[in-house]
């Protein structure tokens, strides 16, 4: 299984990216590292003793999305490429909003860009991401 991890290099992500090697899993990471480094990637790696895929991009580019989504047979995503400060998320409220909402929208419907999604994604879109947008519109 090949799991795509939205914000890998981050603490939570690096974490996670390192549960998911060491339970024989295989890993994409999608990180801008804005707030993180690639050294945890690279300890994350040597911890584990198997390699994971890279891809420094930005979770709004959808051309860096569908490149993945060729690239790979993404079984699932775990998505943790979120702002998260809250005084800085006051100050700068369309920031957050385009990085946490529109990114999230820009990753879920893989399925309608026609990448190649497996179909238990696309049962945990429509029944958990796609009813829970309703509540933002």
């Known amino acids: 299984m090949t799991v795509l991890v939205t914000?890998?290099?981050?603490?939570?992500g690096s974490h996670t990216c390192l549960a998911?090697?060491?339970a024989g899993q295989d890993v994409v990471?999608?990180?801008n590292l804005s707030t993180s480094s690639d050294e945890s990637l690279r300890r994350v790696q040597a911890l584990a003793g198997k390699p994971l895929v890279f891809v420094q991009g930005d979770i709004r580019d959808t051309h860096t999305l569908q490149q993945i989504f060729a690239s790979h047979r993404i079984s699932?995503?775990?998505?943790?490429?979120?702002l998260k400060a809250v005084g800085e998320s006051?100050?700068?409220?369309?920031?957050?909003?385009?990085?946490?909402?529109a990114g999230t929208i820009?990753?879920?419907p893989g399925d309608a860009a026609g990448r190649r999604v497996h179909p238990g994604i696309?049962?945990?879109l429509h029944r958990?991401?796609?009813?829970?947008?309703?509540?933002?519109?």
């Open 7 to 12: 914000g890998g290099a981050g603490f939570i």
């Open 29 to 31: 990471v999608l990180d």
């Open 90 to 101: 006051v100050e700068m409220p369309l920031h957050y909003y385009s990085n946490n909402v």
């Open 20 to 22: 998911l090697l060491q």
């Open 128 to 137: 958990v991401w796609r009813p829970a947008a309703r509540a933002y519109c």
């Open 122 to 124: 696309q049962f945990l």
């Open 106 to 108: 820009a990753l879920v």
């Open 76 to 82: 699932a995503v775990v998505h943790f490429a979120g």
